[in-house]
């Protein structure tokens, strides 16, 4: 691997590590967990160890639910704790600033994957297309018919 490369995930892994590792943002991911999953391990302990079972199996169901592909789980509770990290803590400027740049970016690189896919399509599309006809709104001359010999049988 190149040394600019090395130094480039560095860099990125460096800026990460110190996003995710503010307090102020653990603590908004943490109230977010609960508030997306946390409350169903409570459930599933406290119906177990209360005989609850209402309790235990909608804890139980939760959880499941958690573990199936493709459930966007993890989405909600980032977009919880971003909330929370504003109504919690607004004077983290350093934080807020750093999500409304990393918004900006990934909203201008969905912008342009978005016109790179048009583009691509329209493409496509003209290709697939046939020809026109001379003048379409009119519509084709019949053939004409065999000359009628007069003979009839």
Do not use: C
């Not at 130094?7 to 943490?30: D, Q, V």
């Not at 704790?81 to 990393?102: G, N």
């Amino acid at each position: 691997m190149k040394q600019e490369t090395k130094e480039k995930w560095k860099r990125k892994l460096k800026a990460l590590f110190r996003a995710l590792t503010n307090p102020h943002l653990l603590i908004s991911l943490g109230i977010a967990w609960f508030i997306t999953n946390g409350w169903s391990y409570v459930f599933f302990g406290l119906g177990l160890y209360l005989h609850i079972p209402w309790m235990y199996r909608i804890g139980a169901f939760w959880m499941g639910l958690l573990w199936i592909p493709g459930t966007p789980e993890k989405l909600v509770t980032f977009i919880i704790a971003i909330w929370l990290l504003k109504v919690l803590f607004p004077d983290d400027t350093r934080t807020l600033a750093m999500i409304r740049r990393k918004r900006r970016q990934v909203h201008e690189e969905v912008k342009l994957g978005y016109q790179r896919f048009r583009a691509k399509f329209s493409r496509k599309k003209k290709k697939q297309t046939p020809p026109e006809q001379d003048n379409p709104k009119e519509p084709p001359e019949p053939e004409p018919n065999e000359p009628d010999d007069g003979d009839t049988e």
